[in-house]
């Protein structure tokens, strides 16, 4: 199922399919993709990235908020991992990525697989790609704070 780009929150980059691999839900779940993107609150002075779970009730896509399990935090924890990785080398791409290929990666999980993939469905892809780019780079010291802060404790559990 793929996710909307025409609500509030636009996705830029996406886990679609996230139902096979939602933890203890998986193949049973409302929880029917992931994403980056921005941010449905953003006003004209500011671009925020938010993360969302996407939800299908079976008759329409849920703006509901959702306490997140702990899996689902891990999985948009390598969502987002991937995709700052990928944004590190993007400015080789005239678009910030490769129109041809926008898969970024498939990470093995529960005997399937997330693919993280640049949402070319988004009719806006390539200015909101500039605008994500842009709030990554703005918030890279704080982005980056949290992630050395996650590798020491992942380092300290002997991960």
Same mark, same amino acid.
């Given at each position: 199922?793929k996710?909307?780009t025409?609500?509030?929150?636009?996705?830029?980059?996406?886990?679609?399919?996230?139902? &096979?691999?939602? +933890?203890?839900?998986?193949r049973n779940?409302?929880?029917?993709?992931?994403?980056?993107? #921005?941010?449905?609150?953003?006003?004209?002075?500011? =671009?925020?990235? $938010?993360a969302? =779970?996407? &939800?299908?009730t +079976? !008759?329409?896509? $849920? &703006?509901? /908020?959702?306490?997140?399990?702990l899996?689902?935090?891990?999985? #948009? /924890?390598i #969502? #987002?991992?991937? $995709?700052?990785?990928?944004?590190? !080398?993007?400015?080789?791409?005239?678009?910030?990525?490769?129109?041809?290929?926008?898969?970024?990666? @498939?990470?093995?999980?529960? +005997?399937?697989?997330?693919?993280? $993939? =640049?949402c070319t469905?988004?009719? @806006?892809?390539?200015?909101?790609?500039?605008?994500?780019?842009?709030a990554? /780079?703005?918030?890279?010291?704080?982005?980056?704070e949290?992630?050395r802060t996650? /590798?020491?404790?992942?380092q300290?559990?002997?991960y």
């Open positions: 199922m996710i909307p025409t609500l509030h929150h636009k996705p830029v980059v996406v886990a679609e399919n996230y139902e &096979r691999i939602d +933890g203890r839900l998986a779940t409302d929880a029917k993709g992931l994403s980056l993107g #921005l941010a449905q609150w953003n006003d004209r002075d500011t =671009v925020d990235i $938010s969302k =779970v996407w &939800r299908y +079976g !008759e329409k896509w $849920s &703006r509901q /908020s959702e306490e997140l399990p899996h689902r935090v891990l999985d #948009l /924890s #969502l #987002l991992c991937r $995709s700052l990785a990928h944004f590190r !080398e993007a400015y080789r791409y005239e678009h910030l990525y490769d129109p041809q290929n926008p898969v970024i990666d @498939r990470v093995g999980l529960q +005997g399937d697989a997330m693919t993280v $993939s =640049v469905d988004n009719e @806006r892809i390539n200015e909101d790609l500039k605008l994500f780019y842009q990554l /780079s703005e918030d890279d010291e704080m982005i980056g949290r992630l996650l /590798s020491t404790i992942l300290e559990m002997g």
